[in-house]
């Protein structure tokens, strides 16, 4: 099978008690089967620290957190299954985190969270070309080829929108190129990117804006962290354009973009690219930063993902007249 992955990603390395924001901290913890065993039949202190912490719930074990962090963190801001019995020890979660996988039939793409920290530092900054190698895997049978075919080719055309405009025109070309990409998966015509037809189709389509729908539909979702209230609470009165959120679209098109394979429902996910970039720039600060904590808090809790791709379709602050309205604040 083919593997694709960005040149930064085999550059990744944990940077462990130096995070400025670990993984241990205010998640709790997915246990797999296997590793929930293996816990729960260890020997002395630590087996039975484990089995005061682990619990089963509908959707499996979790490690529960306490004082706002995983139990097995220690003072020096290291894991204490890992120290004590080594890497291979680890829950999946633990193990992969945050490496990415995803599988294509013929090929598998691989990437990194953003809401890890140093993977935020090396999806902005690093060297982003792409990787291709191959693993031992069989090609996978089931994938709609014709569909995936479309998207990828969309995908770079999106990409390549990207390099050549400003981030705020380039948002609009996007969301409407991606309804011309869904008119064609949906059936019709195929794509074609007209910039300057588009462009005006956006000043055609845009509203003045409305910030408060908008902010408040993100208030309305679960909150993790104080940070992220508080960000959301103070939120600027108009999007600050700094380029670098680029980078930030660019890893949103590379992460959902095909996955709109698996329902056919590309628009949603060309819309949560235009909505992260829009939420970071209407936050402000440092976009690295910013995108991470944005990642911690949505895309790395199922439910507020679920809800933006939802919102998409039906949010009052999320409709298409409000998102490009935005993109022409100044």
């Known amino acids: 099978m083919k593997i694709l992955y960005p040149k930064y990603y085999d550059t990744f390395s944990c940077i462990a008690a130096a995070c400025p924001d670990s993984c241990c901290k ?7 089967e296997q590793a929930a065993a293996c816990y729960r039949g260890l020997p002395g202190e630590l087996g039975e620290r484990l089995r005061a912490v682990l619990r089963d719930t509908e959707d499996g074990t979790v490690m529960e957190i306490e004082n706002g962090r995983c139990p097995m963190w220690q003072q020096d801001g290291l894991c204490r299954i890992h120290a004590e019995l080594g890497h291979d020890a680890l829950c999946r979660t633990c193990r992969e985190f945050p490496r ?4 294509y039939g013929s090929f598998a793409e691989l990437g990194l969270e953003l809401s890890c920290p140093e993977a935020a530092r090396l999806i902005f ?3 982003d070309t792409q990787v291709i190698s191959r693993d031992a895997l069989e090609e996978e049978e089931g994938t709609e080829e014709e569909t995936l075919q479309i998207l990828l080719s969309a995908r770079q055309v999106s990409l390549q929108i990207l ?3 400003r981030l705020p025109e380039a948002l609009q070309l996007l969301l409407l190129y991606g309804y011309s990409v869904q008119n064609q998966i949906d059936g019709g015509e195929p794509a074609v990117f007209d910039p300057e037809k588009d462009l005006a189709l956006s000043r055609q389509y845009a509203l003045p804006g409305d910030r408060d729908a908008f902010l408040s539909f993100f208030m309305g979702l679960e909150i993790l962290t104080d940070r992220w209230k508080l960000r959301l609470e103070k939120a600027l009165p108009a999007p600050v354009w700094d380029a670098r959120l680029k980078k930030l679209a660019k890893y949103m098109i590379n992460r959902y973009y095909l996955q709109a ?5 590309l628009v949603c996910r060309v819309k949560l690219t235009v909505i992260a970039c829009l939420l970071v720039a209407f936050l402000g600060g440092d976009p690295v930063s910013t995108s991470q904590l944005f990642s911690k808090e949505i895309e790395n809790d199922p439910d507020n993902l679920e809800a933006i791709l939802d919102g998409a379709y039906t949010a009052a602050g999320l409709t298409d007249g ?4 935005f993109t022409m604040m100044r």
């Open 261 to 265: 394979v698996s329902d056919y429902d």
């Open 322 to 325: 409000n998102l490009l309205g």
């Open 100 to 103: 990415l996988r995803h599988d």
């Open 125 to 127: 900054t690093g060297d």
């Open 26 to 32: 205010e998640w709790a913890v997915d246990v797999d």
């Open 163 to 165: 390099d050549r405009y």
